[in-house]
């Protein structure tokens, strides 16, 4: 028997004993949080679809019926999470799986970007998924397991003009989970960080991304900006559920996953001109130690 048929064959039979999951998802309706939702549900698992639209998710209630839950959810609203978190373990007893992936872009360079634009940013983008977890993490421990994953961005460890504040977010976000994975793994819980790089989803639609007003003088480098954003290549998202279940089925999944092809050569170099430049100066560091 062939090598690739004995994997094919193990495959099979880790597919045949796998026990369906239950997920929560943020996000829901648009991008990965609706393909991922779909796809849970097309492989027999049960899903808690959340959106702040709850009309965009009756289509995955009129096709699975019970085996989803719709629930309204704007993760700027505590009241909210604290009723859909609640929800979904009422409805479903257990639940296995939670994405915190409801976000949005704004584009601005730093000194043009209104600072209640930026609050309003952090509040979906750090706030949400932080009172997300805390409000899941009672449940979890009462149960003794369960997997968190974030969905970050490769931009989580880089910095590009005119989106820095949104950089800066999910900088913040990969800082915190990862701090939660240390302190939560005593109690049996995992987290995975899920870092896509570009696909063609509708994260550069009106309802995902926001705009400043722009700065004349800023024109040349926006423009600049988004003719190298424009001839990125952009992955396929429909077919991201496969590496998101390998995790999820995994019994030692990695706290980070890039999804695509283009993040790893990127953020390689920019940790590489980042080392080069701290060996340069430590000479000088290190003289400040006392």
């Not at 005119?162 to 701090?179: R, V």
């Not at 987290?191 to 570009?198: C, L, R, S």
Request: a neutral charge; glycine letters at 8%; proline letters at 5%.
């Amino acid at each position: 028997m062939t090598q690739n048929r004995q994997q094919q064959q193990k495959q099979d039979q880790a597919s045949t004993k796998r026990q369906p999951k239950t997920w929560f998802i943020t996000g829901s309706s648009r991008g990965f949080g609706r393909i991922w939702a779909q796809a849970a549900l097309e492989r027999g698992d049960k899903v808690a679809a959340t959106a702040r639209n709850i009309q965009a998710l009756a289509h995955l209630k009129e096709k699975y019926g019970q085996q989803v839950l719709t629930l309204i959810l704007d993760v700027t609203q505590p009241d909210q999470i604290k009723a859909a978190v609640k929800a979904a373990f009422d409805y479903f007893g257990q639940v296995d799986i939670i994405i915190n992936n409801a976000g949005y872009g704004l584009v601005g360079t730093v000194e043009e970007s209104d600072p209640k634009d930026i609050r309003r940013l952090y509040e979906t983008n750090i706030m949400g998924p932080i009172q997300v977890i805390q409000e899941v993490m009672p449940y979890l421990r009462k149960q003794g397991s369960g997997h968190i994953l974030g969905v970050s961005s490769g931009l989580g460890h880089l910095a590009y003009p005119l989106i820095g504040y949104y950089c800066s977010s999910k900088w913040a976000f990969e800082a915190i989970h990862e701090s939660l994975a240390k302190e939560i793994k005593a109690f049996g819980i995992k987290v995975t960080i899920i870092e896509p790089g570009a696909y063609q989803t509708e994260f550069g639609s009106p309802g995902s991304i926001q705009q400043t007003t722009f700065m004349d003088i800023y024109a040349p480098l926006r423009q600049q900006v988004i003719t190298q954003l424009s001839t990125m290549e952009q992955g396929n998202p429909h077919v991201t559920p496969a590496a998101v279940f390998a995790v999820v089925d995994s019994p030692l999944p990695p706290l980070r996953m890039n999804l695509g092809s283009g993040n790893l050569p990127e953020v390689k170099a920019a940790y590489k001109e980042r080392m080069d430049l701290w060996e340069e100066w430590a000479t000088i560091s290190n003289s400040v130690q006392s």
